[in-house]
């Protein structure tokens, strides 16, 4: 059997944010996870006070009275005020413990101040048995509220350990804000990110990444969504809030999940410039979800919605003398992030969806022309109760269409031409959310994990997205990242302890296909037909025009081995190597773990190309990429 490339025939333009990422804080993706901070309730905001920390000391030495101070600071309402007689002291015991590496440094700060008599802070970081394992003096707070640090190095490398604070001394203190983070950041940034979490997402080279949701931009009321303008500015000012996530599920989740708002819009700004990827956040619209309270602003409220929108735009692009621009540079971002599109609600539909819609888009437009829309559809595809929003936003010509699709393998092969006959007129595609989902994740089923046989799946459905990439512009898997001990949702992309992370073979096949992007795609045919799935083979290919590269995907999702005749029309191939990237399996359950994290991971291999033709074997279920110069 032979497949043919057509070299020479390029046809659609594969926009740079083909692939991307959807970031959502759920999974403990950013409490608990990417954002470093290991301190669970720093600031004693969460619902009881003291969730997260325990009195280490006898009570007679001391003790701790939660004062709520809302009238002055609204935003950051609570603080401990801390009398001791002797030695009094806090535990913390982080997000399912605290990670430490022998050897590192960290950095605890605390604000603290109206002191009476003489108190020393100290800290002791702690292994799991409860020794410890680093140890620092803070230093003697006075009367006036300053931030007070000190590093310490762990002398072991542990998982689950946890943080004393103690003050010691005779008298009082009022503290708040106690923060410990590693020093080794990504980037070095104090109060940074996990730098492991954020080299994953940087060796993806994704196009654009999608934050911060997803459900929690929705909120289950409106009250609690996702209010951008409480992200930013300095985090001792941030409001807190219950996560979405924290009650769904509840086994994994007991009651302990906020959104800090430590990674908030400024840092989802500065991961995606690190990354080299478009930001695309996405607001809310003006609706909670639809599949909770579903409330819906009232429609003089909307325009408060819209301007936070415009307001984004300007802390996003605009120049340093305006007061959003200001805010950007005082965080230490003078320059514009360059923000080109937002998206307008997550996964609402019905005709309350469109009316918002089309007051967001009639403002954004008026005003700035140059940021394309992303418009929301329901969460499943082609499901008859969101014909309607489909219609409408057709109609309206919007701008890209945020498509989600959470569903079985088959699906995932049987659409890999979804788009094929897809009008061309009509919105472009954001494949926002998608990932095979095997089986019900609630009942903890090994197939619900993130099996080689999802993913082989996920790589036939994306070779018909490239395909059609002139109407397919951006994709991302979801959700993104997922904490070993606290997660509400899988599969998911990553996986990460306290200490480690690891990419599943879904990964890997994002990886392959956002590394291997390319810039124009050029038809690959068997009998002159596309191949989107007969005799289980699935392909499209690209060219690298720059690069004068070949970048052919092959999936074959048949348990047989297949051998094939690959042949290059209108190409002169080059005496430079030829390689094959391949992912295989030979068990479709096959899974990556913290333990054994690159059981699924791709292999390079040399390809030998005679005469512009090559000839192959694919091995049964295998992603196959052969990057070809020409
Ligand atoms: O990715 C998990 C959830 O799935 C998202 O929050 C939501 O948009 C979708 O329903």
Same mark, same amino acid.
């Given at each position: 059997q032979t497949l043919t490339v057509k070299v020479n025939t390029p046809q659609h333009t594969v926009q740079p944010t083909m692939w991307g990422i959807f970031f959502e804080d759920i999974n403990f993706s950013a409490d608990g996870g990417i954002y470093a901070e290991l301190v669970k309730n720093r600031s004693f905001e969460f619902a009881q006070p003291l969730q997260g920390w325990k009195v280490i000391r006898d009570a007679n030495a001391g003790k701790v009275l939660i004062v709520n101070r809302a009238p002055e600071n609204a935003a950051n309402p609570r603080y401990a005020h801390i009398t001791t007689t002797g030695s009094f002291g806090l535990f913390n015991?982080?997000? =399912?413990?605290?990670?430490?590496?022998?050897? #590192?440094?960290?950095?605890? +700060?605390?604000l603290a101040g109206n002191t009476t008599g003489d108190i020393t802070i100290k800290v002791v970081l702690l292994n799991d048995k409860g020794t410890a394992i680093g140890s620092a003096t803070v230093g003697t707070p006075g009367k006036d509220w300053k931030s007070y640090t000190a590093s310490i190095t762990a002398s072991e490398t542990v998982a689950k350990g946890g943080l004393q604070v103690f003050f010691e001394g005779k008298g009082s203190v009022d503290a708040d804000m106690l923060s410990l983070f590693p020093a080794n950041t990504w980037k070095q =940034? &104090?109060?940074?990110? =996990? +730098? @492991?979490? $954020? /080299?994953?997402?940087?060796?993806?080279? &994704?196009?654009?990444? =999608?934050? &911060?949701?997803?459900?929690?931009? #929705?909120?289950? @009321?409106l009250v609690n969504r996702y209010q951008w303008k409480k992200t930013v500015g300095p985090v001792e000012d941030r409001t807190l809030i219950v996560n979405r996530w924290n009650t769904e599920f509840p086994y994994r989740a007991p009651g302990d999940y906020y959104q800090s708002y430590g990674?908030?819009?400024?840092?989802?700004? /500065?991961?995606?410039? @690190?990354?080299g990827a478009e930001p695309l956040p996405i607001l809310n619209c003006g609706m909670a979800c639809q599949f909770n309270t579903g409330e819906v602003a009232a429609d003089e409220d909307v325009n408060n919605y819209i301007q936070d929108a415009l307001d984004l735009i300007e802390f996003a692009n605009a120049g340093t003398d305006t007061k959003w621009g200001k805010l950007r540079a005082d965080m230490g971002h003078p320059r514009p992030f360059n923000l080109k599109m937002i998206g $307008?609600?997550? #996964? /609402?539909? @019905? +005709? /309350?969806?469109?009316v918002r819609y089309k007051m967001w888009e009639t403002a954004l437009k008026t005003k700035h022309p140059e940021i394309k829309l992303v418009s929301s559809v329901g969460p499943s595809p082609d499901d008859e109760r969101f014909r309607y929003g489909w219609s409408q936003l057709k109609d309206s010509k919007a701008d890209l269409v945020d498509e989600h699709y959470y569903m079985a393998p088959d699906w995932f092969l049987q659409n890999a031409s979804r788009y094929d006959n897809y009008d061309r007129k009509a919105p472009h595609i954001f494949a926002g959310e998608y990932a095979a989902h095997i089986k019900d994740k609630e009942k903890d089923q090994p197939e619900s994990r993130n099996t080689w046989g999802s993913a082989l799946a996920e790589a036939a459905f994306m070779t018909g997205l490239e395909r059609n990439a002139d109407v397919v512009n951006m994709a991302s898997y979801a959700p993104l990242l997922a904490h070993v001990d606290a997660w509400q949702w899988r599969p998911d992309l990553i996986w990460f302890d306290n200490l480690r992370s690891v990419g599943t073979p879904n990964y890997y096949v994002q990886k392959l296909f956002a590394n291997y992007k390319g810039t124009n795609t050029v038809p690959v045919l068997e009998k002159g037909k596309a191949l989107t799935g007969q005799d289980s083979i699935y392909a499209s290919a690209t060219i690298d025009a720059a690069k004068h590269q070949l970048l052919l995907k092959v999936v074959n999702v048949s348990t047989a081995v297949r051998p094939y005749k690959i042949q290059l029309e209108g190409a002169t191939t080059t005496k430079e190597a030829a390689v094959q990237q391949l992912l295989t399996a030979a068990d479709k359950l096959a899974i990556n773990t913290l333990d054994e994290p690159s059981l699924v991971a791709p292999r390079q291999q040399k390809l030998t190309v005679t005469k512009n033709s090559a000839s192959v074997t694919l091995q049964p279920s295998s992603v196959n990429v052969f990057v070809i110069p020409y």
């Open positions: 015991e982080g997000f =399912r413990g605290m990670g430490f590496k022998k050897g #590192e440094t960290y950095n605890f +700060s605390i =940034r &104090p109060g940074g990110l =996990r +730098s @492991d979490l $954020v /080299q994953l997402l940087a060796d993806l080279h &994704p196009g654009f990444v =999608r934050f &911060p949701g997803g459900c929690i931009v #929705e909120g289950k @009321d990674l908030g819009f400024y840092e989802y700004f /500065q991961l995606a410039e @690190d990354i $307008v609600g997550n #996964e /609402q539909w @019905d +005709s /309350q969806y469109i």
